[in-house]
């Protein structure tokens, strides 16, 4: 009896431990990060990068603008002041999935007079329904077809 009693346990755990291993690679592959480059937004001089990232709370768009590093650079190169984004994510119907939030991080200075980037964030749920990107940078309009991820 007492065999039995110290196989049971073991026999139960060995039964589970396939299931437990299963339900964390579901987990851990519902929270991997990735990362698509839309190349063809890219404005000269103004967004040297557009980058469409699925997360596992939701889903950005990061517009880049450029860095020159040197002081002297930034102040011939650059504009005077941040160019106007807007960006939206079309479906195939063309109707538009609405954004969820918008930050502009990075630190103010000389060097980066208007930050470096533009964030905006949509429901995780938008990279089902999404199919290309609309983008506003100033007065140039472009659009990309969203790549799978």
């Known amino acids: 009896m007492k065999k039995l009693a110290i196989g ?4 139960f755990v060995l039964t589970l431990m396939p299931l ?3 339900a964390n690679a579901a987990y851990a592959q519902d929270q991997q990060i990735t990362a ?3 190349k063809t937004l890219e404005v000269p001089g103004k ?4 980058l469409w990232t699925k997360r596992p709370e939701r889903c950005t768009l990061q517009i880049v603008f ?6 002297a650079q930034a102040m011939t190169d650059r504009p005077k002041k941040a160019p106007l984004v807007q960006a939206w994510l079309l479906r195939a119907d063309g109707s538009a999935i609405a954004s969820i939030g918008r930050t502009e991080p990075g630190a103010k200075d000389i060097r980066q007079p208007f930050g470096v980037e533009v964030l905006i964030a949509f429901p995780r749920w938008a990279d089902t329904e999404a199919v290309a990107v609309a983008l506003r940078v100033d007065d140039e309009f472009l659009i990309q077809r969203l790549p799978t991820l």
Not at 8 to 11: D, E, G, M, Q
Not at 47 to 50: F, L
Request: charged share 15%; proline share 10%.
């Open 8 to 11: 049971l346990p073991i026999v």
């Open 20 to 22: 437990a291993n299963s």
């Open 36 to 38: 698509k480059d839309l």
């Open 47 to 50: 967004v040297v990068a557009v």
């Open 66 to 71: 450029p860095n020159s590093g040197r002081i």
